[in-house]
């Protein structure tokens, strides 16, 4: 005998509502006839829903901006107008829009604020607590979404575990008996509290957890009872935000540090960036929570028919995206998004159905024509292209197995061959790639100052003598300035007073002189005080442009080659040349904000005084360095500071120190020179419609 088939709860639940959708609303839905208002203890606004029949369950979720309460009624129809005033302070107005076989309510808030729903026969209670406040104080006997409140005996906290994230945060992940235990969670003075309804914590949980040395922001995890309910306290340390979920019968807390440094999340591009909203079911099938997404961001939903399972979900002020992939990862789910038709099915059996395309796709381009194409370059080099598109074997190349490429040098170009589709995708990589490299003007100032100062004072002591006897007829000259003949006068021979026996008088042609002499018949004595005393100064400016491509070496020189002759190895003699040249080498690259990064280097030498070999010597001031510059402004490279003191004095042994009359017998001389050597760069993006031009 043949085993007749059976069929699945899931495929006659899905044959059910197919037959219902065909059938009037009349037959199998009822009506929303009527709602009131009013108010509880604790500024809780309840809104009664009355219908002609047994009240249906009510799904529904709550967003922050604009903070609104959506509610679904699946199978209802409504009698009541599409707007409805309710006037309390916090729950301000109602919408009912009726569309599919169901009816939606929208209740709009003033601030964010959370909801229960119970039913009693034909009446649906909707609970909307005003900020902070706890409803379920007041209304011990609210289910939240409609579902009934869990048998006492069988609630419980089964396990408190503590782990540590992948990006530093610190999760407190608690097992409940049933999923259905009412909690709430706020956070106070820091501190976040979970409230579970009832005496459901066990003796053996009733402890301190102290989780420090995870480095995470959590410090300790209390577990105790007060006023008869389980609470849970988790004390974090520092700026922190937390993230509450609850799929099925485990809640996970997560707590992650708040840093301007944390970019985790940026860079594996796991960021969930969708608008927030709050899901709070007990035991509801994941397509239905799935079609509540769906509705929420007005994404067009196709679910696999292995697409099945009931799950509970507590999730309060969640992005959709990051709620959505919650749902999906309790239940081996995967998603793909392509333009606004959001796709859902088992993880293995969309890798299954990507692994078929990308096999189907690779037989196509096996089996695909090939086809020549010829390509222009425009800008770059189409040698460093075909590099790029060939790449260093198969593993790095662009190209296909059958394709190839090959350069037209003569007019830049490259004859590429492959199929249509890979041609046309090189086509669109080497428009991007051949654009105008953008250009850099770098403007270098070097400026050489000097500042020079001297004194000299000296003194220089001459004369000379005539002795007239009648034996002979002589000059004598003190001093050893040679013997000259005298006249027969007995006077004194012309220039004789001119033989210096202390000279220390200042030369150069800008020395000031002082001459007091004093004469007889027979002797001159002269006295010549000079003194120099010179105070100037100089600025020397050097200015090398240069304009050079992004990422492209510049050099500009000018100077002088210094020739010498030098010995071969043969013993022979050849001319070689030193450089005494101001340079500027540079190389730039510019930064997605505009600013310059620039490799440089700065030369500004001079001859200088030539080696005991004949070889000259070159003077070096040179800066090599790397610096961040925005565009147009200018920094300083480096500067050298030099001064040079020099301090003398000459004098006669003896005579010399001699108070005051010492100065007629010695010589001072002061000198002070600074030279100051600095280097400035300025860069200048060059502006792309001028440089077309």
Known sequence: MKNKPVLKASTVRVLLYTVLAWLPLSVWGVTL????????????????????????????????????????????????????????????????????????????????????????????????????????????????????????????????????????????????????????????????????????????????????????????????????????????????????????????????????????????????????????????????????????????????????????????????????????????????????????????????????????????????????????????????????????????????????????????????????EKLDELRALIQRLDIPVRQVMIEARIVNMNSDFTRDLGVKWSGATDLASNDSNRSIGIGGGGTTAGNEGGTPSAGVGNNPFIDFGVTGTNAATLAIGFATNSTILNLELSAILSDGGGETVSQPKVITADKTKAVIKSGKEIPYEEKTSSGATSVAFKDAVLSLEVTPQITPEGSIIMDVTVTNDSQGADAPNGVPTINKNEVNTQVLVRDGETVVLGGVFTQEKQKGTVKVPVLGDIPYVGRLFRKDTKSDSKTELMIFITPRVINDNITLR
């Open 33 to 420: 006839k009527k709602m009131d208002a009013g108010t509880l203890p604790g500024d809780i606004v309840e809104l009664r829903l009355m219908f002609d029949g047994p009240a249906p369950e009510a799904r529904g979720y709550s967003i922050e901006q604009p903070p609104r309460i959506s509610l679904d009624l699946p199978f209802t129809r409504s009698d009541l107008p599409k707007y409805n005033e309710v006037g309390f302070q916090n729950a301000q107005s109602v919408t009912v829009l009726e569309a599919g076989g169901r009816t939606r309510l929208v209740i709009n808030l003033k601030t964010t604020a959370s909801f229960t729903t119970k039913t009693d026969g034909n009446v649906l209670y909707v609970y909307v607590g005003a900020e902070g406040s706890n409803p379920r104080s007041v209304l011990p006997t609210v289910a939240l979404s409609g579902a009934p409140l869990a048998d006492p005996a069988s609630r419980g906290i089964t396990h408190i575990d503590f782990h540590r994230g992948e990006e530093g945060e610190g999760n407190v992940v608690i097992t409940l008996a049933n999923p259905n235990i009412p909690m709430d969670i706020n956070e106070q003075g820091g501190r976040i509290r979970l409230e579970f309804q009832g005496n459901v914590l066990p003796g053996r949980l009733r402890n301190r957890l102290d989780v420090m040395d995870f480095a995470t922001p959590v410090k300790f995890i209390d577990a105790r009872v007060e006023d008869g309910n389980g609470v849970v306290i988790i004390e974090p340390e520092g700026e922190f935000s937390h993230l509450a979920y609850q799929t099925d019968n485990t809640l996970t807390v997560s707590v992650k540090p708040v840093s301007d440094k944390d970019f985790g999340r940026d860079r594996k591009g796991l960021s969930y960036k969708g608008d927030k909203l709050s899901l709070n079911f007990q035991d509801i099938e994941v397509r239905a929570v799935l079609q509540l997404i769906a509705d929420f961001t007005d994404l067009n939903l196709v679910a696999s028919d292995t697409v099945s399972g009931n799950v509970t979900l507590r999730l309060q002020n969640v992005p959709w995206d990051q709620a959505l992939d919650i749902v999906l990862k309790s239940k081996g789910l995967d998603k793909r998004l392509e333009g606004n038709v959001l796709t859902v099915a088992p993880a293995d059996e969309i890798a299954a159905r990507e692994r078929q395309q990308l096999e189907n796709d690779k037989q196509i381009r096996e089996l695909a024509p090939v086809y020549t194409d010829l390509i222009q370059i425009n800008y770059a080099d189409a040698e460093e292209i075909a590099e790029v598109l060939a790449g260093a074997g198969e593993e790095t190349s662009l190209l296909t197995e059958r394709g190839s490429v090959q350069v037209v040098a003569r007019t830049n170009s490259l004859l590429v061959k492959d199929t249509q």
